[in-house]
């Protein structure tokens, strides 16, 4: 159980072209998902966390505008990078946690993403 | 300072050995500790997840909290070559909008 399912799994994107990354809960509800993005060698940075129904909170430095963040349902949450340029390029990793799931976080299997 | 400190390594070893992985923290609120596996270009697999202190066995893996000192300890045995990947430890306070503080991982190297 607890699978977090996520796509695309890897996307290559013009200069200035918007990309969406999907997240998925498939067995369980989430009521809370977070997007971060990872660096080669380094740990998760946290970008925004988003409970179902309302909007997004996001970490300090982290544009809201060009980090575009929606989570319609318990199940689904996206992330688009708008107007991506090449220094959006990196790793993001979307999480769920599970309504009574205490503060475990599944993780999504990660979004290569390249901007050429 | 960091509020989770983690040896980034790398670590080597046999396979058949005794891994041990620890991480220090310095906010006294953290009550729910969690492991994380991460190979290499994919997100980060759930290991162990523990509240308060106390120790924790799943098969091959235990994890370890020890509170008064702000410590934590994940152990693998008989590593098998299939281990090799990243180790996170992570941790959250009640409260904290449920978020984790993660450690910088651990590299880890199981050689057949």
């Known amino acids: 159980g607890a699978v977090v399912s996520q796509h695309p799994s890897w996307v290559i994107c013009k200069s200035g072209t918007s990309v969406k990354i999907e997240c998925r809960s498939l067995d369980f509800q989430a009521t809370t998902m977070f997007w971060y993005r990872q660096f080669p060698k380094q740990s998760l940075m946290l970008m925004a966390t988003s409970n179902e129904g309302s909007k997004a909170t996001y970490e300090q430095g982290v544009e809201k505008d060009k980090f575009l963040i929606n989570h319609a349902s318990l199940t689904l949450s996206t992330l688009t990078v708008t107007s991506a340029h090449p220094e959006d390029s990196s790793f993001y990793i979307c999480?769920?946690?599970?309504?009574?799931?205490?503060?475990?976080?599944?993780f999504g299997a990660g979004t290569r993403l390249s901007v050429l | 300072q960091k509020e989770v400190e983690q040896d980034p390594g790398p670590l080597s070893v046999p396979e058949g050995a005794i891994v041990s992985l620890n991480c220090t923290y310095s906010?006294?609120?953290?009550?729910?500790f969690m492991w994380y596996r991460q190979y290499s270009r994919k997100g980060p697999e759930l290991l162990m997840y523990?509240?308060?202190?106390g120790n924790k066995e799943d098969g091959r893996f235990t994890a370890q909290v020890d509170k008064s000192s702000k410590y934590i300890s994940l152990f693998i045995r008989d590593s098998q070559p299939s281990d090799s990947a990243t180790y996170l430890c992570?941790?959250?306070?009640?409260?904290?909008?449920?978020?984790?503080?993660f450690g910088s991982g651990t590299q880890l190297t199981v050689l057949p």
């Open positions: 906010n006294s609120a953290f009550q729910y």
């Open positions: 523990t509240y308060s202190s």
């Open positions: 999480s769920a946690r599970a309504r009574g799931g205490g503060n475990i976080q599944y």
């Open positions: 992570a941790m959250s306070a009640p409260g904290s909008a449920r978020q984790l503080t």
